[in-house]
């Protein structure tokens, strides 16, 4: 069993920083891409950033050169740095990740259960 498990989400100001981590547990024989997507309140799931494992970076238009994603290979986690964030970036944030696991040797696509950030005066 694989799981995603997030964490740093709550209320900021406008303008204001948070910082998101997710950790992957289990039977992980080896994670490819990460990432973090988002969903608004009446909106479709949207991706923010991704990672590969060699850290190759990729952005959103609406989020690049605010927010910075990053990993840490030898404790299968993500991060995301957010800041200058604004009301528009209010959202649940899903950590995702692309891995191989061991126990039944294949290829999994996980997700987080979400973390809720939202941004209000």
């Known amino acids: 069993q694989v799981q995603l498990v997030e964490s740093g989400g709550g209320l900021v100001q406008p303008g204001g920083s948070l910082r998101l981590s997710c950790a992957a547990s289990g039977s992980i024989f080896s994670i490819n891409f990460m990432g973090w997507y988002r969903q608004a309140p009446g909106k479709q799931r949207e991706l923010v950033a991704t990672?590969?494992?060699?850290?190759?970076?990729n952005y959103a238009a609406s989020v690049k050169g605010r927010f910075t994603i990053s990993r840490d290979n030898a404790k299968n986690a993500v991060y995301l740095q957010m800041n200058s964030l604004n009301p528009e970036d209010t959202a649940v944030y899903y950590c995702?990740?692309?891995?191989?696991?061991?126990?039944?040797?294949?290829?999994?696509?996980?997700w987080g259960q979400g973390t809720l950030v939202t941004v209000s005066s």
């Open positions: 990672i590969t494992r060699g850290g190759r970076t």
């Open positions: 995702n990740a692309d891995l191989f696991e061991y126990t039944n040797y294949r290829s999994l696509e996980v």
